[in-house]
């Protein structure tokens, strides 16, 4: 049994950074990568980045490439992901995901999700 949980989440203003971490528990976190989606009532929910099981491939949507930035610590079954010149449209609840390997930009093509935790960013 896979069980991911989001820390990290916050109030912050525009142009601000934040670090959201996700703990990883139950089967070889080396064998899945993580992806990192956002979303808000009444919307899809949307890919923002994912790193494969080792590290070697990034993945990062339009709306932050250049701006966030994700890793991953496998000695301590935690992925990260670093958000700097945050945006108001930014704000969302950010959930942690997991798949077998490789990485994946599609919501159904991970098969754990964590509870997430919500970003808001004033203007």
Request: with cysteine.
């Amino acid at each position: 049994q896979v069980q991911l949980v989001e820390s990290g989440g916050g109030l912050v203003q525009a142009g601000d950074s934040l670090t959201l971490s996700c703990a990883y528990s139950g089967r070889d976190f080396s064998d899945y990568a993580l992806g990192w989606f956002r979303q808000s009532q009444g919307k899809e929910r949307e890919f923002v980045s994912a790193i494969s099981w080792n590290g070697g491939s990034t993945l990062y949507a339009n709306s932050v490439k250049g701006r966030f930035i994700i890793t991953r610590d496998n000695a301590r079954n935690t992925v990260y992901l670093q958000m700097n010149s945050l945006k108001t449209e930014d704000t969302d609840v950010y959930y942690c995901a997991a798949r077998p390997f490789t990485t994946r930009s599609a919501a159904g093509q991970y098969d754990y999700w964590g509870q997430g935790t919500q970003v808001t960013v004033s203007s």
